[in-house]
């Protein structure tokens, strides 16, 4: 799902996409000419490797998501949440769906099979 940033409203909108087994849940609606608030909540099922063996699982994605995007470069410091800069004044919820997807595959994860071996490994942090 595709939205222009200025055709956003200012009051709560509710934001249901779906991706393959994943949908991200919640309301999204513009704080100030430059800034849209997003929080909401990412569920579902996605496949991950397992960093020592290479074998892919399936794991439970429950995340929640609470972070602004700016229209634009994002020039005020003063916020405590996470500022996503979006090009072209127009927002993507599949490609934020993906972002997040790949960000939680980019984790380390030990599947539950190399998890019961207890030789030294290595762990690279």
Do not use: H, W
Request: net charge negative.
């Amino acid at each position: 799902m595709k939205i222009e940033f200025r055709k956003v409203p200012s009051t709560p909108k509710e934001l249901v996409v779906e991706i393959d087994s994943v949908k991200i849940e919640g309301t999204f609606c513009k704080i100030s000419q430059s800034l849209v608030k997003i929080d909401a909540e990412l569920t579902g099922n996605t496949d991950i490797d397992c960093c020592r063996c290479g074998k892919t699982e399936f794991i439970e994605v429950d995340e929640t998501l609470n972070f602004l995007l700016s229209d634009g470069i994002y020039k005020n410091n003063e916020s405590e949440e996470l500022v996503i800069e979006i090009e072209n004044s127009l927002i993507d919820f599949n490609d934020i769906i993906e972002s997040e997807l790949n960000s939680i595959k980019s984790d380390y994860f030990i599947c539950e099979e190399c998890s019961q071996i207890n030789d030294d490994f290595e762990k690279e942090f």
